[in-house]
């Protein structure tokens, strides 16, 4: 809050939001929306989480002050006054029907689910929650921040190694001590007839592959099967198209942008670095901004318009700054190259003129 009071004070803030609307369009990344209640029972980290009552009164910031637009159609790319800003969910989880759909119905806000069409309707489906579940169980220590912190920790190093490495060392967190059991069926994700109610609705639905492996830990022919199969899943479920795309874990490398490319999607998204979505994005790379709820609300809990201008929109900036500085590095160092080609084929055609006609 100091931080985010000290730019504004300096108009940072308002002039980085206002070259964001400049340039192009904020894609969020939300997962869960959960009830005071289910926020006790989860196993979901707290980057996943936006508590109900803040995901409501953000949506009346954002139905007010932005232009909300929906991701499976390119923007209109024209100046507008407004920020424009686009509501998307990773991972298809129950609460997204049960508490962000009605609060998005309620502020006429366009949403997009990215679903996982193998693990619908299923408690615990995602290894992160199942591997938080069974470590916190192995917690008899009263610190529940220092154990929050480690499995966090844990699952963070979790997902840098293979898939298969990865099932072997999750299988030993949930076979020793007491496993996994789920105190939670509020951990859920929603029921192909939950998923048909919100797509007649209105909402948009995109794949998040069929089982939520981490694309750039499995082979490329397995690889190739998450991104393919999953399209063919949801569009026979919904005998609608299915055009967009999210990486698990905001994962991607050359190969796998190359295979969601070739598997006939519109856009594809990302998740790790925030940034800004502008005419000159890459289709299948289009940068994200992760949201949870300590980037919307002040030090009381509340939402906080001046939060989301700073962990936001000002992040959004930073990332095409970035951008923009790593493309005009290469333009440079491009031409560079250039020139001194250019200058090395001179010198050796001067030198053979000198030497021939001596
Ligand atoms: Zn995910």
New binding site residues.
């Given amino acids: 809050m100091f931080w985010a009071a000290f730019l504004r004070a300096l108009g940072v803030l308002r002039i980085s939001r206002r070259w964001v609307r400049r340039q192009g369009a904020v894609v969020l990344t939300f997962h869960r929306v959960l009830t005071d209640e289910e926020l006790q029972l989860t196993a979901s980290l707290p980057g996943m989480i936006v508590r109900r009552e803040t995901f409501d009164d953000f949506l009346q910031y954002a139905a007010e002050k932005c232009d909300l637009i929906q991701v499976a159609d390119e923007p209109v790319w024209a100046r507008n006054q407004k920020l424009k800003v686009a509501i998307t969910f990773?991972?298809g989880w129950s609460d997204n029907a049960t508490s962000a759909y009605p609060l998005a119905q309620k502020h006429r806000a366009p949403m997009a689910i990215f679903v996982v069409p193998r693990r619908t309707g299923t408690v615990l489906p995602?290894w992160p929650e199942r591997a938080a579940s069974a470590l916190d169980r192995h917690m008899t220590t009263a610190d529940r921040t220092q154990s929050q912190s480690y499995i966090e920790q844990t699952i963070e190093s979790l997902k840098g190694l293979t898939a298969q490495e990865r099932k072997h060392r999750i299988d030993e967190i949930t076979s020793s001590g007491s496993g996994v059991g789920s105190n939670a069926p509020v951990d859920q994700t929603m029921t192909w007839d939950q998923i048909a109610q919100l797509h007649a609705g209105g909402v948009v639905f995109g794949s998040?592959t069929s089982t939520?492996e981490i694309l750039t830990g499995i082979p490329p022919a397995q690889a190739q099967d998450e991104i393919s199969l999953s399209r063919e899943l949801i569009e026979g479920r919904l005998n609608a198209p299915c055009s967009i795309f999210s990486y698990?874990?905001g994962d991607s490398s050359r190969n796998v942008r190359e295979l969601v490319a070739r598997a006939g999607y519109r856009f594809a998204f990302l998740n790790q670095d925030p940034g800004v979505w502008t005419p000159l994005s890459d289709q299948y790379l289009i940068p994200r901004v992760n949201v949870c709820e300590y980037h919307l609300v002040d030090d009381k809990g509340r939402f906080s318009p001046l939060m989301f201008d700073y962990a936001v929109v000002w992040n959004a900036a930073k990332g095409l700054l970035a951008e923009k500085r790593a493309g005009l590095w290469k333009r440079l160092s491009n031409k560079w190259r250039g020139w001194s080609v250019k200058f090395h084929l001179q010198s050796a055609e001067k030198s053979h003129i000198e030497k021939s006609s001596s």
Avoid: A, I, R, V
Wanted: no cysteine; charged share 30%.
């Fill in positions: 990773d991972d995602f998040h939520h698990p874990n």
